[in-house]
């Protein structure tokens, strides 16, 4: 009445609340994020008082509303995105102390069996008290509860002070010195200072530090999970029964399941696993519960047996409900509910890291040249490694590997981020995307908090990461399709493409090696490139499908590059272009196959190191005809009429008077790098070459390249 009454926050209509900094919004900007409007004057109305009220309340009825304005304190806009503590100054971590010790709870609302839940506080260590201050470390409480914002939940928001629901006690046994950890997992409100400054004092023996160089708490994980399948579904082997146990399957229907909650603005990153198992002698049925930070030891787990399958069905059901909000039987529509948990599609998948150095039940009947290749494709180590390359998860989550639907998700998030850059969108959005993104691709950060994607060079790299779990969904594909005794051959057979090996004294020979020396450009100084390896590539259909191209005029032979994971997936289904869904960031000229005539141009893009210095590249015949030339970024979604490829005229390129023809006419740029002068400026030190139609590719040659690093 002094004031007016707060209307709606325009950013999500939620509810306007005070506090010590202004007025802070308490809705949801979507289902995927808090609203993090702060205004020091909210818009308001003249308040309506009922008329009962101003007939039984005299002053009421002469009441007049004169709009006035809340002096506010101070008054800062809020920080975003909390950052996590980086001082070595901060609260220890006990040993051998119970888990609660000497912290104080508050139980508030309608909590069901509260003695009991006073009893199982005590006996973690921990104090019941009633006044909610801050020192308390967090108050037990429901969502119901939250939602009523009833006076002493009003006290936990004015006190700062996090609201977790009871399954907190639950865990806690699984978070001895990390409680502070489990209070910001399990929070079920918006608000909530730094747990950690609610700790305790420390007793003065049996205390020891558990702090990384960097000040943050320490965690690691194990170097390798192994999943057994049985039924086409893992079994958590955390669970200890993968020898005894299967997933319990009811027609299409498999009981597993794999949850993810991102949330930058409070510092979650955590997985949660589900799984119903069945004996595999007898009818005994287990419940098998996994949870905690991605990326980090942080968590727990828990194994229920139940009498019957029925109970055990019920519990599953409750728990999938209890964590996503949505109902098992519904999870086919599955809707996002704010602060709950969202399933990882997840397509579990035996590990096949094992089986190319097994003893061969039959010989090889490839070339030894040919199974060394196949072994390199479908090396499952460097698969890993490019998956830790970029931050992703290959331990607890997931166990197998996300789906095609799952990437194509991505996809489209890195797409919105790429419009909130370019109309300089508010953080919030940013943020919203974000947990979508993280969410979508299980990131590990460790216990830091996952960055905001906010600029157009992270972009780039996070669509470079979904291009090739793409090309590893691909490749994991092949890998577990694969039958027969020799596994070599077995994988050689799902490439659908017949390869042969180049003879070191052919003319062909000799002549990729002069393509490969000539055309090495000035500034990729740092690496020679000698060629090991020449395979001849005849993909099934692919000839068949270039053919009307072989009319056009302008065919060269040009260079690819690309990591050596990524050929399963290029020689099983060819070269191929970016999806729909992808963001058009990162392609120069649009989606389209590049190519180039200096070999180190492409070979850049083969990602080597060092240590890890093979590397495989392709010679395609490319259709170019008649050419688009651009000199500067453009993105191209249909050409010019009568236009058949797009060429990104560089300053420096092999000398034509270098150039050879082939006996079909297709032309080898392989004269040695010089600088033309141009007509126009161009913004490109070197050629590129793009084509819009798979169909204008026809790869010939497949050269196994060893990078020597000069520094």
């Known amino acids: 009445m002094t004031f007016g009454a707060l209307l709606p926050c325009k950013e999500c209509n939620g509810q306007f609340r005070f506090s010590k900094n202004g007025y802070e919004c308490h809705g949801n900007l979507t289902e995927w994020s808090k609203c993090l409007t702060l205004v020091k004057e909210p818009p308001r109305a003249p308040p309506k008082i009922p008329e009962e009220l101003a007939e039984q309340y005299n002053f009421l009825k002469k009441y007049k509303y004169v709009p006035r304005v809340r002096i506010v304190k101070d008054f800062q806009p809020k920080t975003d995105v909390k950052k996590e503590e980086d001082d070595d100054t901060g609260p220890k971590v006990q040993r051998d102390l119970p888990p609660l010790y000497n912290m104080e709870f508050v139980l508030l609302g309608s909590l069901l069996g509260s003695k009991d839940l006073k009893a199982k506080i005590v006996k973690l260590g921990g104090k019941v008290v009633t006044k909610i201050k801050q020192t308390v ?49 399990k929070n079920i409100c918006s608000w909530g200072s730094d747990p950690h400054t609610r700790l305790p004092p420390e007793p003065s023996s049996s205390v020891s530090t558990l702090k990384s160089k960097s000040g943050k708490m320490f965690s690691s994980v194990p170097g390798k999970v192994k999943v057994k399948v049985k039924g086409g579904t893992a079994v958590d082997p955390d669970s200890g029964m993968e020898d005894c146990a299967h997933v319990y399957i009811s027609g299409k229907d498999k009981y597993t399941a794999v949850l993810g909650l991102t949330d930058i603005q409070k510092q ?121 390359e970029f931050e992703l998860d290959t331990e607890k989550m997931p166990l197998g590997k996300l789906s095609k639907s799952q ?33 979508f691709v299980p990131h590990s950060f460790g216990t830091d908090n996952p960055p905001l994607i906010n600029d157009l ?99 060269k032979l040009l260079w690819h590059g690309s990591r050596t994971t990524n050929y399963a997936g290029i020689l099983s289904q ?97 004269g040695k790098g010089i600088e033309l002068e141009r007509s126009k400026n161009t913004s490109l030190l070197y050629n590129e070459y793009i084509v819009y139609d798979v169909a204008q590719v026809n790869i010939k040659y497949l050269l196994k390249m060893k990078f020597r690093y000069q520094y």
Not at 409 to 436: G, P, T
């Open 457 to 555: 060079e992270l972009i780039k790299k996070k669509i470079e990461m979904v291009d090739n779990l793409m090309e590893l969904e691909v490749a994991y594909n092949l890998m577990k399709a694969t039958g027969g005794d020799n596994t070599i051959d077995g994988h050689y057979d799902q490439l659908k493409t017949e390869i042969d090996i180049l003879d070191h004294k052919s003319e062909e020979f000799e002549m990729i090696k002069k393509y490969v020396k000539n055309t090495h450009a000035a500034t990729h100084s740092n690496y020679k490139l000698s060629v090991d390896e020449v395979f001849i590539i005849k993909r099934q259909g692919e000839e068949k499908r270039y053919k009307p191209f072989r009319k056009l005029h302008n065919r």
């Open 137 to 185: 470390m967090a108050v037990i409480s429901t969502e119901a509860d939250v939602e009523k914002m009833g006076a002493r939940m009003t006290d936990a928001f004015n006190a700062d002070v996090h609201v977790v629901s009871e399954s907190f006690l639950d865990e806690a046994p699984n978070y001895v010195g990390r409680i502070p950890e489990l209070v910001r997992d």
């Open 268 to 388: 979650k990153n955590s997985y949660y696993k589900l799984q119903l198992l069945e004996s595999d002698v007898g009818k005994q049925y287990y419940l098998f519960r996994s949870w905690g930070r991605i990326g980090t030891t942080i968590g727990g787990n828990k194994l229920d047996n139940f009498p019957s399958l029925l109970e055990a069905k019920k519990q599953f059901n409750f728990f999938y409900e209890d964590k996503t909000g949505n109902r098992w039987q519904d999870r086919d529509s599955f809707v996002k509910v704010p602060n709950r948990m969202y399933p990882i599609d997840v397509d579990f998948g035996e590990e096949e890291e094992t089986k190319l150095d097994l003893n061969l039940e039959t010989p090889s009947k490839l070339k030894k040249g040919v199974q060394e290749l196949i072994k390199l494709i479908f090396n499952v180590n460097n698969m890993k490694k490019v998956m830790l």
């Open 574 to 670: 060819g070269l191929r272009i970016a999806p729909p869904e992808a963001p058009v960031t990162g392609y120069m000229f649009g989606k389209g196959i590049y190519f180039a005539d200096m070999v180190s141009k492409s070979a850049n893009y083969c990602c080597t190191s060092s240590i890890d210095n093979t590397g495989l590249m392709l010679l395609s015949e490319v259709a170019l005809g008649e050419m688009h030339e651009l000199y500067n970024a453009s993105y191209i979604e249909k050409l010019p009429k009568g236009k058949h490829s797009v060429k990104g005229v560089g300053r420096t390129e092999p000398d034509p008077k270098g150039t050879i023809s082939l006996k079909d006419k297709t032309e080898v740029p392989l």
């Open 407 to 439: 990437l194509q998700s991505a996809y489209k998030v890195l797409a919105e981020l790429q419009q909130l850059v370019e109309s300089n969108a508010a953080e919030a959005r940013f943020i919203d995307a974000c947990n979508r993104f993280y969410t």
